[in-house]
């Protein structure tokens, strides 16, 4: 947690602040992991980028 600070807000608890970010943080790279799984960029084998250059997102 480099560069973030714990503060209780109003919001809860400052952990607790920090649990929401990081849950919408994997929601948003789960989303992007199917988007390049259906444009077949991405490897259903190990998850790593292909080299496919010709198919635009």
Do not use: Q, W, Y
């Amino acid at each position: 947690m480099r560069g973030k600070t714990i503060e209780k807000t109003e919001e809860g608890n400052g952990i607790d602040k920090l649990l929401n970010e990081a849950k919408i943080k994997v929601l948003a790279l789960e989303h992007i992991s199917r988007i390049l799984k259906k444009k077949k960029m991405l490897s259903r084998s190990n998850g790593t980028f292909s080299e496919n250059k010709d198919v635009e997102v």
